[in-house]
Structures are given as C-alpha cells and as structure tokens.
C-alpha cells in the first residue's frame, strides 16, 4: 500500500546530541511537510518541501534543519537538542500545494516519539 | 491575533447518539477547511474537506458545516460508536494565498458503550 514511513517510532537522544528523523514516501507527492505536536496540542508546523524548494516557517527555530535528497525521502536534523524539543514529529504529504488543486488532504505517517535525556 | 479553538478538550456521549464538535477561529479567511482523526500514538488521518462555497458536505455517519460568517465549522457524527472514540482535529487554510493549513488543538472525543 502507498504510504507514508516514518523511522524510527521512537528516538531517544541526549541533551545537546545531534539526531536525524526519517520520512519515506511511496505515494510520489510533491508536498512534504513536518510538523511537531507536543502532548494534547495541534501539530505546528515546522517547513516544508515542493519538490526542491525549502520553505521555512517564521517562527521554526534554527536548531531544526531539514533536507530532501530526493522525491521519496525526507529527513529533519535537530542540531543540538533540548528539553523542549521532546514531542512527537509528524511527517506528511500532499500532491501538490492548497493554492493548486482543490482537494489537498495531507496523508500522515504515525510519527516519531522523540525523548531527551 | 490568529486562533483556532475547538469547543473543548474533551468530549464523553453515549454510544448511538449524535457527536457534535465545533471549529472556531479568528482573523482567518480560509477558502477550505479539513477535519481529521487522530487516535492515540498515529499520525492523523483525512476524514473531509469543505469549501467555503459549501454550506454541507457528507461522507457516511460524517457530517461537516462551514459558516464563513461565524467563522464556524460543525462537525458531526451521528449514530456513534465506540470505535468513533479519537482525537479529531480541524484544520483550515490560513488564507487565500496560504499554501499550507493550520491546525487546531482537538477535541478527545469518547463514546460510552
């Protein structure tokens, strides 16, 4: 089934040490997307991807970096976590952007649980 | 300020009864408007999307209303079941020139067997 992967489900890593979250697709969208949902809030929304072109939201801090190799793969490279930065880390996807289709559901992976120690 | 709220954070029916959230939002003018489940520990899944030329949009138990002048979105599910019982989020596009859309915090809903 098409769909979107996310590795690992959980990750935990020390204060200050570097990690990289995965995201594959198979569905061959344009859009990808990470967002960070911390306990019982709404995903936020940190960047995204159409095809090459990076977009950063204004208020992602810079401790977070993302990178595209290619259409199937993403990844998001926190730089030096910290304690605030434990949440679950949403991956998705949609075709093409709002502005250029109408019906543009994001197709999610289950995330990855991110814990600092 | 922007803000999306949805009614509560919680949400307890009976089972075989009407579900009603509602999506409130501020200083947004979305022309589409999402609704999505999210159960515990999984990303969350597409249920609807509604224009802001749509007044109603069905699928199944589901029901989504858009009021553009309240600002308001309705979303329904009428017969519950326990199976029903999630996280469901609204998500709206943040304007006309927007190219991503915001989420709102969630209502938990839980039917009661």
């Known amino acids: 089934d098409a769909m979107v992967i996310q590795n690992p489900r959980y990750q935990v890593t020390q204060f200050g040490k570097p990690v990289t979250l995965s995201c594959s697709q198979t569905?061959?969208?344009?859009?990808m997307y990470w967002y960070q949902q911390k306990s019982s809030q709404a995903p936020k929304l940190l960047f995204h991807y159409y095809d090459k072109d990076f977009n950063n939201e204004a208020d992602t801090p810079d401790n977070f970096q993302s990178r595209r190799p290619n259409t199937s793969f993403c990844f998001l490279d926190i730089r030096s976590p910290g304690l605030g930065d434990a949440a679950m880390y949403l991956c998705?996807?949609?075709?093409?952007?709002?502005?250029?289709?109408?019906?543009?559901?994001?197709?999610f992976g289950d995330g990855t649980r991110l814990s600092i120690l | 300020s922007q803000k999306i709220e949805q009614n509560s954070e919680a949400l307890n029916i009976q089972e075989g009864k009407t579900a009603t959230l509602t999506c409130n939002y501020t200083?947004?003018?979305?022309?589409?408007l999402q609704w999505y489940r999210q159960d515990p520990g999984r990303g969350p899944v597409f249920l609807l999307l509604i224009r802001e030329n749509e007044k109603e949009k069905r699928k199944e138990r589901l029901k989504v209303t858009f009021d553009t002048t309240l600002k308001q979105s309705l979303f329904h599910i009428t017969a519950s079941q326990p199976a029903d019982s999630a996280t469901y989020l609204c998500a709206l596009q943040r304007d006309n020139y927007g190219q991503n859309f915001v989420f709102g915090p969630g209502t938990r809903l839980s039917v009661l067997p």
């Open positions: 998705a996807t949609s075709r093409d952007l709002v502005g250029q289709t109408r019906n543009q559901p994001q197709h």
């Open positions: 569905l061959n969208h344009n859009v």
């Open positions: 200083n947004y003018s979305p022309a589409y």
